[in-house]
């Protein structure tokens, strides 16, 4: 006899541990991003932002210097919040969900997605600064790089997919065309 299934609610499934993963992640990657971007869509950082506030408020406990990050951090948060609110009500048009321009590496990078590469070199860099000043921080920011590269995959693997969508799109409107004017008998 195979033993009692659960309710379908009650499944853990790989795609409800793959969006939690991602929702850590995203928060983790929030935790850095605030100070290295600007510019961030009106929704970025609300869940996240709430995910990144547990979770530092959950570190902060563990050092002082943790502490310290989480007083910074939540200045740059709020200032963050308080452009993406004023971009949006002068009316400027952006994804609500846009992760933010990433001002800092575009110094070093021509396309704003290689900008977003670098920003996990610059995130190490200063991980391996920090160790000697805060062994916590330091393996904070560490654990960022991960985070960073995770989410930056994850918004190249959606971008990619969303325009291979639309090039197949484009060719079924093309053919449904065809088939509407007669030139096209597949069916």
């Given at each position: 006899m195979p033993p009692p299934q659960k309710p379908p609610g009650e499944q853990i499934t790989v795609r409800g541990t793959f969006h939690i993963v991602t929702f850590l992640a995203q928060s983790h990657a929030s935790c850095i991003t605030v100070f290295i971007r600007h510019s961030f869509g009106i929704e970025a950082l609300a869940w996240n932002g709430l995910g990144a506030f547990v979770l530092l408020?959950?570190?902060a406990g563990s050092s002082r210097d943790m502490a310290a990050y989480f007083g910074l951090w939540f200045i740059a948060l709020l200032a963050q919040?308080?452009?993406?609110?004023?971009?949006?009500?002068?009316?400027?048009?952006q994804h609500s969900r846009y992760s933010g321009w990433p001002w800092l590496a575009m110094n070093f990078a021509k396309t704003e997605g290689k900008a977003k590469l670098?920003?996990?070199?610059?995130?190490?860099?200063?991980?391996?600064?920090?160790?000697?000043?805060?062994?916590?921080?330091?393996?904070?920011?560490?654990?960022?790089?991960?985070?960073?590269?995770?989410?930056?995959?994850?918004?190249w693997h959606s971008i990619t997919m969303q325009?291979?969508?639309?090039?197949?799109?484009?060719?079924?409107?093309?053919?449904?065309?065809?088939?509407?004017?007669?030139?096209?008998?597949?069916?």
């Open positions: 408020l959950l570190c919040r308080t452009r993406s609110i004023w971009l949006d009500r002068q009316g400027r048009r670098i920003e996990i070199v610059l995130c190490l860099a200063v991980a391996i600064v920090m160790g000697p000043l805060s062994e916590t921080v330091s393996k904070f920011l560490l654990w960022g790089c991960f985070s960073l590269a995770f989410v930056q995959f994850i918004e325009v291979r969508r639309m090039r197949d799109a484009e060719i079924e409107m093309q053919q449904a065309a065809e088939r509407f004017r007669g030139d096209r008998r597949d069916y």
